[in-house]
T-cell receptor, first 113, second 114 residues
Framework: DAKTTQPPSMDCAEGRAANLPCNHS???????VYWYRQIHSQGPQYIIH???NNETNEMASLIITEDRKSSTLILPHATLRDTAVYYC??????????????FGKGTKLSVIP | DADVTQTPRNRITKTGKRIMLECSQT?????MYWYRQDPGLGLRLIYY???????NKGEISDGYSVSRQAQAKFSLSLESAIPNQTALYFC?????????????FGPGTRLLVL
């Protein structure tokens, strides 16, 4: 399974864009990049996922490099409620058409007033 | 009502006791998962199920068992609880018809084994 590397922590000023990087240099051609976040000790919340193309939804944008070895999650206007641990995950094929997620330690994002 | 619910939300038990954690979902998803999270760490997969009666071991299944008697319910049992099973436990669901593993998580069960 492809591993990911994320900085352990980042700060972002409220109202500014938060750019969270992730390296996944061993990603395979059919593996997706997922982003989840966990606020305090709540259940992880799905944010966005992508394969090759950049993706955008109501929560965030996902920028994947052309070689797919890294990606960036962008929260366009960070608020205090975006303070959380953000997990970058590469789904891996566990067989029988199932793709699993492996959670690392993530990046703790602190949004500062 | 929440789509994925877990009971109990908090539990304190003693070493050697058998306990069961329950997960229910109203999302109509076929796949369900149990994870544990230790302080400062990410989630680790314990067991997962693709359908009723289907059971698969995850990364850390030793000391745990599960049951999937209905599509909407997935229970996790600790046959004889030990202190290092103290952790935060999460249930998750996903829909195989959607193709990829977008998982939706419950609120968690905080377990303390004394």
């Amino acid at each position: 399974d492809a591993k990911t590397t994320q900085p352990p922590s980042m700060d972002c000023a409220e109202g500014r864009a938060a750019n969270l990087p992730c390296n996944h240099s061993t990603i395979s051609g059919n593996e997706y990049v997922y982003w989840y976040r966990q606020i305090h000790s709540q259940g992880p919340q799905y944010i966005i996922h992508g394969l090759k193309n950049n993706e955008t939804n109501e929560m965030a944008s996902l920028i994947i490099t052309e070689d797919r070895k890294s990606s960036t999650l962008i929260l366009p206007h960070a608020t205090l409620r975006d303070t959380a641990v953000y997990y970058c995950i590469v789904s891996w094929d566990s067989g029988a058409g199932s793709y699993q997620l492996t959670f690392g330690k993530g990046t703790k994002l602190s949004v500062i007033p | 009502d929440a789509d994925v619910t877990q009971t109990p939300r908090n539990r304190i038990t003693k070493t050697g006791k058998r306990i069961m954690l329950e997960c229910s979902q109203t999302k109509g998803h076929d796949r369900m998962y149990w994870y544990r999270q230790d302080p400062g760490l990410g989630l680790r997969l314990i067991y997962y199920s693709f359908d009723v009666k289907d059971i698969n071991k995850g990364e850390i299944s030793d000391g745990y068992s599960v049951s999937r008697q209905a599509q909407a319910k997935f229970s996790l049992s600790l046959e004889s609880a030990i202190p290092n099973q103290t952790a935060l436990y999460f249930c998750a669901t996903s829909d195989s018809r959607r193709g990829r593993e977008t998982q939706y998580f419950g609120p968690g069960t905080r377990l303390l084994v004394l």
